[in-house]
């Protein structure tokens, strides 16, 4: 097959497409000199041990019982810091010093190639602060390198929410957020370097490549805790982002939903929360789901 090119008008066929030219414009040049070429990169084999399928009530700011390069995927929804139970009162850089501690040991104990996918909301209106935008800076200051952003589309609309300020007037209207982000940062390299058994089908692999994802939220109530996740977005980060027998981490594990996600996909994973309550209740969740006794 021949390949396509970058065209100077319009748009073309991407199939089997060379994109250096784009890619070689000086837009790029700081970014790609973040990246270590696929040949330079170390794969050794992962260290695997017993801290492998467990919950780790503790810091994920030190995160000493995983040796480096051994986590195939990190994915995560960190507290927002707006009063949830779980909560600290924060100021906005004493918050992003601790999302970037996290990300520093992310760093360190992810493989090369492999991906930190965060899921993130923006706050507020009066102001409103665009804490993706903050978790860029962070993240890419740490050398991580940006791989794109999922929308979450949690609702087709927000039926019940009345929070729309002044009513058919432009006084003072108010957005109403139907979604969440979903950042996706790589190590090293935006390709991984390790072989492994991807066990993505054709119809999940189409729908996870699209950068808008219609997935319900979670119940709250249901699962006990007040911020959860759905299982099945876990699992479609999972599946589009990882091997097979890969390690997932989730450095603010909350209720378990990416550890319980990893499970019921044929992966290990590891956990961490400060949170004696939330280690537990995930612990239960994931032992429910396995027929193994709670514990770790």
């Not at 100021?91 to 090369?112: M, W």
Request: aromatic fraction near 12%.
């Amino acid at each position: 097959m021949n390949k396509t090119r970058t065209s100077a008008f319009g748009t073309s066929k991407r199939e089997a497409h060379d994109a250096s030219a784009f890619y070689g414009r000086n837009l790029y040049c700081g970014f790609c000199a973040k990246e270590i070429a696929q040949k330079e990169l170390k794969t050794a084999i992962p260290v695997v041990g017993a801290w492998t399928n467990t919950i780790q009530c503790h810091s994920s700011t030190d995160m000493q019982v995983i040796p480096a390069n051994s986590i195939g995927l990190a994915f995560t929804s960190p507290p927002y810091n707006v009063g949830k139970e779980y909560d600290d009162d924060f100021d906005l850089h004493s918050y992003l010093d601790l999302i970037g501690a996290t990300a520093r040991e992310v760093y360190r104990v992810l493989r090369p190639g492999a991906r930190y996918v965060i899921n993130i909301a923006n706050l507020g209106r009066k102001p409103y602060i665009p804490l993706h935008s903050f978790f860029y800076d962070i993240h890419t200051g740490l050398d991580f390198l940006p791989m794109g952003e999922i929308i979450w589309q949690k609702a087709a609309g927000a039926g019940g929410n009345c929070a729309w300020g002044s009513w058919q007037s432009a006084k003072s209207p108010r957005l109403r957020d139907v979604h969440e982000y979903l950042l996706v940062f790589a190590k090293q390299s935006y390709s991984r370097p390790d072989k492994g058994v991807s066990d993505i089908s054709r119809d999940e692999f189409m729908a996870g490549t699209l950068s808008i994802w219609n997935i319900p939220p979670a119940s709250a109530r249901r699962i006990g805790h007040p911020a959860p996740f759905p299982v099945d977005l876990a699992a479609r980060v999972i599946k589009l982002y990882s091997y097979r027998r890969d390690v997932i981490l989730d450095p603010y594990a909350g209720s378990g939903t990416t550890c319980l996600a990893a499970v019921q996909n044929n992966r290990r994973y590891v956990g961490f929360d400060i949170s004696q309550q939330y280690c537990e209740l995930a612990r239960t969740r994931i032992a429910a789901a396995t027929d193994k006794p709670a514990g770790g």
